[in-house]
């Protein structure tokens, strides 16, 4: 049994874990600064690294007393070094290699990414290698065959927008606060999703991508044209969301033998997501493991978990490893269209 702990600073939530190899999460903590930003709307990244600076050491002390452990008890600390706001992933990072230096513990440089990719395990013992991923976020929004601690395949990336960035964008468009998805989640239990005619992008298609920002410019539209209720536009929106995520896991589905269906990160913690993806699963029969919402959102407690999952399997850094501000699961994976590359 080993114990770690977990530090995470990559976007506007920082947050503090320790988490015990056998799943028992002894503390946690998560600040969000949704206030700080929601004047403008998104995140601002100068404004959240800086408050990382101010409130991550608070949320690490908090844990350690509440979890009644020293710093010198633990058998590693595992911090975010990437993907994100290179000046949060800096906060947390730097932090992670002050205490390992301090207490003379392993340092595990934690890819945000893998920590929401392993976070199903951490509540989920039954679920094994591989499985097919939704990895859904604010920044990401890809399918990828997770085959081992370490090792992705993707099969999918959005050739514009992420999904959480769809959710954001047309939240902003109904005049509805940062972040948008909850926003919009809550809005949509009170409209009709077939109140307003959307847009299906790539549905059907061949290609196994995503793109959202065709759905983006027609909510644009509808809002501008005054015709549709906020509410309508809201449920209309999520159930065109749900069909593109639907249909783009039916195609990966198709193409991997992974007996399981996971689906993890922010837009993960969407109720009508879950149940969609779910009752995919079931048509597909493969099992389906999604972690709750809580766990969806950015915690540390999975990054804790990727950083025992990464002890486990003897894969520790040096003091100097960096922080990267891109940092894809898999690095052989191709540039689509939209990511930097023209069509
Ligand atoms: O994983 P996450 O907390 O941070 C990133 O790593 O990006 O994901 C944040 C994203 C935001 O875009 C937010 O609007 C979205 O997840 N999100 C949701 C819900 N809760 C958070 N989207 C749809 N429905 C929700 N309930
Ligand atoms: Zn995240």
Known sequence: ???????????????????ASDRRILAQAVAGQTEAHRPYGGVVPEIAARAHVEILPGLIRRVLDEGGIAIGEVD?????????????????????????????????????????????????????????LLLVSG????????????DYRRLATTIDDAAGEAFDKA????GLPYPGGPAIEELAKHGDASAVPLP??????????????GLKSAVQRAVATGDFRPEDIAASFQQAVVDCLVDRTALALRQSDAPALVVA??????GAIRMALGELAAREDRR???????????????????GAERLQAGLVDALDVP????????????????????A
């Open 265 to 270: 990160g922010g837009v993960a913690a969407n």
């Open 171 to 174: 939240a902003k468009l109904l």
């Open 200 to 213: 299906r992008p790539l549905v059907g298609s061949d290609e196994p991508h995503f793109s959202f920002a």
């Open 1 to 19: 049994m080993s114990l770690i702990l977990g530090l995470e600073s990559s976007c506007d939530d920082s947050a503090a874990a320790l988490v």
């Open 76 to 132: 590693a600390v595992a911090a975010t070094a990437g993907p994100g706001l290179i000046g949060g992933v800096m906060v947390a990072l730097l932090a992670g290699k002050g205490l390992a230096l301090a207490a003379g513990k392993p340092l595990i440089a934690v890819n945000h990414l893998e920590g929401h990719a392993l976070s199903p395990r951490l509540v989920d013992p039954e679920l094994g290698f591989p499985y097919l």
């Open 139 to 150: 920044g990401h929004c890809q399918l990828l065959e997770v085959l081992g601690v370490g």
């Open 288 to 306: 389906f493991s999604v972690p709750p919402p809580w766990l969806c959102t950015d915690n540390a407690a999975m990054i804790a978990w990727a």
């Open 323 to 342: 922080a990267r501000a891109r940092w894809p699961l898999d690095e052989a994976a191709e540039k689509v269209r939209g990511a930097g590359v023209k």
